[in-house]
């Protein structure tokens, strides 16, 4: 589809200039240029409760640049932390779900939220899960073990035993 641009003046102070001029996103390498991607991505973003793909999308392009650079970090430094890249991994999903069911422009119903609720309730238990295997497995999957001690977790922990209690008496 073609499209007829339009001049645009903008005014930009010697640091907005200087990082439109630092800034990476791909396909784009003059301002103009990176000033449409900017206005795409807000618009992508504005959209993002259209579906679940979109709002993923937008969350992985959010995310995206921290992934990488943990990954970047991690190899330059030998290290790694499970507990550090599956929280990156759980997080665009969350922010997915949470972008595709509270769209910008929309009220929810209470089914609606009901369903939301449950779905972050999923989300936060697989993230609570993830972060009690690391804390098992703290040696191996954290910079430092020290990262979770046990001061950290034991408040968890009776929580995880009350909540165990609860379930075994309604059963």
Not at 30 to 45: F, P, W, Y
Request: aromatic share 4%; proline share 4%.
């Amino acid at each position: 589809m073609a499209f007829k641009s339009h001049p645009t003046t903008i005014r930009l102070s010697e640091q907005e200039q200087t990082f439109l001029a630092s800034l990476k996103l791909p396909g784009a390498t003059t301002a103009s240029d990176k000033i449409r991607a900017l206005i795409q991505e807000k618009q992508r973003q504005m959209q993002a409760g259209g579906d679940f793909v979109t709002a993923l999308d937008t969350a992985e392009g959010i995310l995206g640049p921290a992934q990488q650079n943990l990954k970047i970090s991690e190899n330059q430094a030998g290290m790694h932390s499970q507990l550090l890249r599956r929280t990156l991994d759980w997080a665009p999903e969350l922010l997915a779900t949470l972008l595709y069911a509270l769209p910008a422009d929309s009220k929810q119903t209470a089914p609606t939220l009901i369903k939301l609720e449950a779905d972050i309730a999923r989300h936060v238990m697989r993230l609570l899960d993830e972060v009690l295997q690391s804390y098992i497995a703290r040696d191996s999957a954290l910079y430092r073990a020290d990262s979770l001690d046990t001061d950290t977790v034991k408040p968890l922990g009776r929580l995880c035993q009350v909540v165990h209690n609860d379930i075994n008496h309604k059963e």
